[in-house]
């Protein structure tokens, strides 16, 4: 891989990520919780986010070893939501916010994607249709409704009272899903691969990326 390229995509993982996770903080803010701007995640500063894991080591272990799909996470951002005004409405919100921020991301990548002309560098279009690609496994993937990810926060939100409690109990393999669900071969990929492999091959198609 181009250096040049290799270092672009480190940028946009972290940008990703870590605006995934502020805008998670962003929208708690909102229904009354201060808990992320008290402990300063309210910032694109990517030193209060870094994961050693999510943020650094994995992103750069699935570059080195060629994997199709590259992923990676920041530091969550702490949220209390006995602290929102509407307990039921603020798990939505805030779990939803993240998602909305890397669809948005991708959609932007993609306008400026067919708005580059012809002779711009191909470095710059790689780049581009790279962050189209991340954002939307990282929209996708926390859409998937499995503790701890943000789709198990948004159908939690909607359930009666005794099912969120009886849902919430998945919580504690919900790990142990998930590591099956990425782990489990299905034919040359993973359920997830998979399930991702598809969402990417649709949306080129609709939003015209090749």
């Known amino acids: 891989m181009v250096p040049a390229l290799f270092a672009l995509i480190i940028v946009i993982i972290l940008f990703s990520v870590i605006l995934h996770e502020v805008m998670h903080g ?11 701007e008290y402990a300063g995640r309210l910032t694109l500063n ?4 870094i994961d050693p894991i999510g943020t650094v080591l994995l992103p750069l272990l699935l570059i080195i070893t060629g994997s199709p799909v590259l992923f990676g996470w920041a530091k969550p951002v702490p949220v209390n939501p006995y602290n929102f005004r509407d ?4 798990e939505f919100f805030v779990s939803i916010a993240g998602i909305l ?6 959609l932007l990548a993609a306008l400026l994607f067919h708005l580059a002309l012809p002779s711009d560098n191909s470095l710059i279009l790689n780049a ?5 690609d991340i954002n939307l496994i ?11 990810l943000d ?3 948004i159908v939690l939100s909607f359930l009666p009272p005794k099912l969120a409690i009886q849902f919430q109990q998945i919580e504690r393999y919900g790990l142990f899903i998930l590591l099956f669900l990425l782990l489990i071969p299905v034919g040359r990929t993973t359920i997830i691969g998979f399930l991702l492999g598809q969402v990417l091959q649709f949306a080129h198609l609709v939003l015209g990326i090749q």
């Open 26 to 36: 962003y929208m708690a803010l909102r229904f009354g919780d201060h808990t992320a």
């Open 46 to 49: 990517p030193l209060p986010h």
């Open 87 to 90: 307990l039921r409405k603020g």
């Open 101 to 106: 921020a890397n669809l948005g991301l991708a």
């Open 128 to 132: 581009l249709g790279f962050a189209v």
């Open 138 to 148: 990282l929209a996708v993937f926390n859409l998937i409704p499995i503790p701890p």
């Open 151 to 153: 789709g198990s926060k």
